[in-house]
Nanobody, 111 residues
């Protein structure tokens, strides 16, 4: 069973930066891609960024040019670098590694 734990969330002012990290652990791990998703109160969970097993990336239009997803060679650690943050980026951010999900980390962008 694979477990996923996110870290790096917090409160930041508009225009600031945060880096989220996500670590997967457990046996029988087979990397098949990962991603970051977010859910604001009253909204559905939306894709923010994804990275395939080959390294190809995909971003939501709202974060293109501001967010960058990356991973280590094992695929067990996934990062989301978030720059030029905006209040509308406020949400709980969830990491997915292959088919396993984390519990989420809160990101709040406010002055």
């Amino acid at each position: 069973q694979v477990q996923v734990v996110e870290s790096g969330g917090g409160l930041v002012q508009p225009g600031g930066s945060l880096r989220l990290s996500c670590a997967a652990s457990g046996s029988s791990f087979s990397f098949s891609g990962s991603g970051w998703y977010r859910q604001a109160p009253g909204n559905q969970r939306d894709m923010v960024a994804e990275i395939s097993s080959s390294g190809r990336t995909n971003y939501a239009d709202s974060v293109k040019g501001r967010f960058t997803i990356s991973r280590d060679n094992s695929g067990k650690i996934v990062y989301l670098q978030m720059d030029n943050l905006k209040p509308e980026d406020t949400a709980v951010y969830y990491c997915r590694v292959s088919t396993a999900w984390g519990q989420g980390t809160q990101v709040t962008v406010s002055s």
